[in-house]
């Protein structure tokens, strides 16, 4: 079992810019691809970005294209994602979470095989 674990979440005005972080426990595979899911309160499930560990390919959810760049660093088992030009409609909580393939996961969140505790963004107006 992979666990993984965020941080960065916080609280910040619209425009403004925060960065996540979610580490993975070594038994990681080389190949998974880790990613962001959001949620915000009475929303579905939403995913946001996705890379996969060993290429660094990187997919991305339309509310993120252009604003949010996710990132890893193979070695520390950590993924990054930089989000910038936050909007209130960005609040929510997000949710670090791994899976085999990066293909279509965003269709079905229920592929992970991982999931963080969740990491709270607030973005004010």
């Known amino acids: 079992q992979v666990q993984l674990v965020e941080s960065g979440g916080g609280s910040v005005q619209a425009g403004g810019s925060l960065r996540l972080s979610c580490t993975a426990s070594?038994?990681?595979?080389?190949?998974?691809?880790m990613g962001w899911f959001r949620q915000a309160s009475g929303n579905e499930r939403e995913g946001v970005a996705a890379?996969?560990?060993?290429?660094?390919?990187?997919y991305y959810g339309d509310s993120a294209k252009g604003r949010f760049t996710i990132s890893r660093d193979f070695a520390k088992y950590t993924v990054y994602l930089q989000m910038n030009s936050l909007k209130p409609e960005d609040t929510a909580t997000y949710y670090c979470?791994?899976?085999?393939?990066?293909?279509?996961?965003?269709?079905?969140?229920?592929?992970?095989?991982?999931w963080g505790q969740g990491t709270q963004v607030t973005v004010s107006s």
């Open positions: 070594p038994n990681i595979t080389s190949s998974t691809c």
């Open positions: 890379i996969k560990r060993d290429s660094g390919s990187t």
């Open positions: 979470a791994a899976t085999q393939y990066c293909g279509q996961w965003f269709e079905h969140p229920q592929w992970s095989h991982s």
